[in-house]
């Protein structure tokens, strides 16, 4: 069975610091999909990024970057010069691709960790 | 598109009754799926729809909750007779067609209905 897991749960901050949140992902599969979502107080899970299972090349974007590594089973998740408006509780997520090798929207999600950026 | 709606935002009910949600997803996207998030946890898979089609169910999806995409647009999800346990956020979320470039897996949420039993 799948699971992730988001070993920190709550994550304190001055603004400017770096921050970088831990995912660990279990699965049997050897085609899968990992998320990241960002559900900040309002409540709406927005989409952050995906990255599937044969692409291990790390990814930037802005502040954010993210670094997979397959031998660890890890998806981390850094933000570089944090921001007041980062504070959000974020999710990594896992999706198989099933033994039709597709994947659709069933998604294992991790417990999350909330970020709070202090100003 | 405003995204994903969800309706009604808030519910309060007694033990015993009944409520329904409803979801009206993104226009395009074929795909629709219900999760809930209880208090510090993230969201658990309930069940997806392809179209019309209702292609999963989760073991937490009672016989109490149904959930229909009658036309394959808007979704309703039922919950009869209530109880505490089901005190939760209920998510609503729809993802476009294989081939999209946004990815069939890639889901966008809408902001949920939250359910307090009492």
């Known amino acids: 069975a799948q699971k992730v897991t988001q070993a920190q749960t709550e994550i304190s901050v001055v603004e400017k610091e770096d921050v970088t949140l831990d995912c660990v992902y279990e699965?049997?599969?050897?085609?899968?999909?990992l998320f990241w979502y960002k559900q900040p107080p309002s409540g709406e899970l927005v989409f952050l990024i995906r990255?599937?299972?044969?692409?291990?090349q790390n990814e930037i974007s802005g502040r954010y970057s993210w670094n997979f590594q397959k031998s660890t089973s890890s998806f981390n998740f850094t933000i570089t010069a944090s921001q007041v408006v980062d504070s959000a509780v974020y999710f990594c997520?896992?999706?198989?691709?099933?033994?039709?090798?597709?994947?659709?929207?069933?998604?294992?999600f991790g417990q999350g960790t909330i970020l709070t950026v202090h100003p | 598109d405003t995204g994903v709606s969800q309706d009604p935002r808030h519910k309060i009910t007694k033990r015993g009754q009944n409520v329904t949600f409803r979801c009206d997803p993104i226009?395009?996207?074929?795909?629709l799926y219900w999760y809930r998030q209880t208090l510090g946890q993230g969201p658990e898979f309930l069940t997806y729809?392809?179209?019309?089609?209702?292609?999963?169910k989760s073991r937490l999806l009672s016989d109490r909750f149904s959930a229909e995409r009658p036309k394959g647009s808007f979704s309703t999800l039922e919950i009869q007779r209530t109880e505490q346990g089901d005190s939760a956020m209920y998510l609503c979320?729809?993802?476009?067609?294989?081939?999209?470039?946004?990815?069939?897996?890639?889901?966008?949420f809408g902001a949920g209905s939250r359910l307090t039993v009492l």
């Open positions: 699965t049997r599969d050897t085609t899968y999909y």
């Open positions: 990255r599937n299972s044969f692409d291990e």
């Open positions: 979320a729809s993802s476009p067609p294989r081939g999209k470039a946004s990815g069939a897996n890639v889901l966008t």
């Open positions: 226009s395009e996207h074929n795909r």
């Open positions: 729809f392809q179209n019309e089609a209702q292609l999963e």
């Open positions: 997520a896992l999706s198989e691709a099933g033994a039709g090798g597709t994947s659709y929207g069933k998604l294992t």
